[in-house]
């Protein structure tokens, strides 16, 4: 790129929703979204829920003509969901596993399984250096008394951090996801505020799509009705946004979302739907932006706000810590009068009267049973709270540093 | 700094040694290592193996007055043991923790409970940004036939990528920690060829301490001297490396180890040596080395070789994958045919003969206990093979990166 050419680029972000035994009609919708990839020609495409691999391989296999490099990032029981497929050659990965991420013991919610993270790719487009993030979030399942929202926290703040430590040789950087927050929601003021990343959709000359840009609408026949019955309209909770850095500038000229079902067919692509987001970049004298994007004061007050919710869990995981262990050191107390009762039995001392062999088993196993659980669950909540502490201790740092600036 | 002047930096790294309860004669240790500390002034302390979170507050406490500036990283059940005092602000932090690091279900060893990680601070001297870090990587407990090997491998490989992609802004790269590999390992080699960081102990002008700088020697009289039969003069395992990039170079005047005691008393700080390197940073016209530290068809061979260290770790994992996996259906298949036997019993198939409820109990209790470890092993093995395979696929990017190069 040399004087004042301009670099446009299209980008393409998906949830796919597929999980395979799970979700509908996953084969089909994964056919037509790579039929759709294939046609429209995106030059980088950022996808999240590709739980199979095979899913990435098929789309990899079908691929391969307009988009020759792509990443899977590995990670959890299931894997991360997270790949990319690019026009440009991928130079370089990193992956970075989210400390925090729900519970394995909410089996019905599942994210703890799926090792959320956030993957690097860098990119390198007519010299311009592309830092190119993609991710996805623990979801909300109650937004009125939402338990994950520290967990949350605890990712976007990584996620912020990650970022800015990995971003610093960039020239753009580029984050698409599944962020599973609304966009006034404190942790995507957090990670805008903290990164001065911006949002695709507000800054957007034209945009196309579901009103408000939202990205999980009534109007898709795979979106569950209930859960977004107080929002009419529908949520925005995927994104793209982007920053440059050095002497560039980003421009968002077009954002699309699809509106329900796939161009011509009658099923949508997933349970979300698409952003698709065209920018402009430009080599410039001076760098566009600050590094923080939002005023200095303002983003004092959202991280103390974002701390304020950390600290809220790690005092309930503080309290879950003390009953779980509070219950091991019970099954053990049950075990070791257990033990007594056996060995006064075998000395004799109740002769006369039988031994209840097999109601003394059974206590047995299930003190044995409570005792396994609970210190396994002690200690994943010792290291939930370790990590809360860790957030918490962070963000405190990051509010001297914003207090002490001049 | 300006012009040809050169800043001198003293540099102090430690594994302490101190798990509550477990390390001999602890509070003693810390509290010399905290009084030599001040004694001493050094500019930069990196500590590993600090467990209790205690024990740094204490030298928290002790050494505020010539080390205002510290920070512990939290992660793991007990935490990462690592942290850091400076004269100099801190001005922002990064945890990274190795997706691999041992077995839960090793108890005596131990390793996956630590939450063994990468711990980054920045720090800006006289107009330098340094990027400082301190590690801690699994430990071998059997060198012919070290089972850890690929976990460690997946460390090294994870530590030198997040050097690399945390590093771009920085003018000085720092990095002290208990590497748990001998100065020829592959691991090493790896991580000095991906990285470009220098052996502090290899570029001493001066030097002055225990032969070969051995860091874990048979005169320390908390070391057990078993595991040092094969090597008599002991091993070097802790390090302190480093490199310049831009327009710095760095130079290492001196290197000292303490010898099996701390100066004039009778107990040595830890069972490992210190290790204390004196650098000299100056501003150059040009950046000293290269991006990378080996000549690159050295490096690929090093590469290959750490692939295929991987690899096998990754057949060893796919193996135990398969056999949990196995013990889980089969456990599975018990419990059902129980269930057949009781329903049956239940509809009064075997009315003749007593049902043998104590041990049909204490067998479905064990075919339950049986069943969970199995899934939760294979769980386990699951990720191990998905990060094993994930570090190779990454390699193999390298691999093609550095072959394709002019």
Known sequence: MEGDLTLQLRIFDLNCWAIRYLSKRRQERVQLIGDMLRRERFDLVLLQEVWSEQDYSDLKARLGGCYPFSHYFRSGVIGSGLCIFS????????LYQYSLNGYPYMLQHGDWFCGKSV??????????????????????YCREKDAYLPHRLVQAWELAQFIRHTSKAADVVLLGGDLNMHPEDVGIRLLRGW????????????????????????????????????????IRIDYILYKAISSFTVKCEELKTTTGTAPGMDIPFSDHEAVMATLHIRRQGQAAGATLGTAEPMLADVVTEARTEVGVGLRAAQRQRYSTGRMAVLALLLLLLQAAAALGALAGLAAGQPFPKLSFSLLAFLAIGVLLLATGLHLFHTIE????????????MALRALQERP
Chains 1, 2 share one sequence.
């Open 119 to 140: 993957g690097l790719v860098i990119i390198k487009i007519s010299g311009i250096l592309f830092n190119v993030y993609v991710t996805h979030l623990h979801a909300e």
């Open 195 to 234: 990164t001065g990343l911006r949002d695709a959709f507000a800054e957007a000359t034209r945009f196309e799509g579901c009103e408000d840009g939202c990205t999980l609408i009534p109007n898709n026949c795979f979106t569950v009705k209930t859960e977004l019955l107080p929002f009419p309209l529908g």
């Open 385 to 396: 709270v370790k990590m809360l502490q860790g957030t918490e201790e962070q963000m405190r």
């Open 87 to 94: 026009r440009f050659p991928i130079l370089d990965t990193l």
